[in-house]
């Protein structure tokens, strides 16, 4: 029986950034920015305001800003 969860463990452990192709690096470098212009934009809108809100209340370590 096939274990895809020990699958994608090993490949996460075995692989390092220079085996990746260009195109998964350069897609994953675009999604990651566009979450963050996604985020940015969330926050001017009432229910980021609120994620941000509850986010704060949950405390955490003061390096932890939101």
């Known amino acids: 029986m096939r274990n895809v969860t020990k699958e ?3 490949f996460a452990a075995e692989t ?3 085996a990746l192709p ?3 690096v350069h897609e994953a470098k675009r999604v990651f920015l566009d979450s963050i212009g996604c985020a940015i934009g969330g926050i001017a809108v009432n229910k980021g ?3 941000v809100q509850f986010a704060r209340t949950l405390g955490g370590p003061g390096e932890s800003t939101i």
């Open 22 to 24: 260009d195109e998964a």
């Open 16 to 18: 390092n950034f220079d």
């Open 49 to 51: 305001k609120l994620s």
């Open 8 to 10: 994608l463990v090993k």
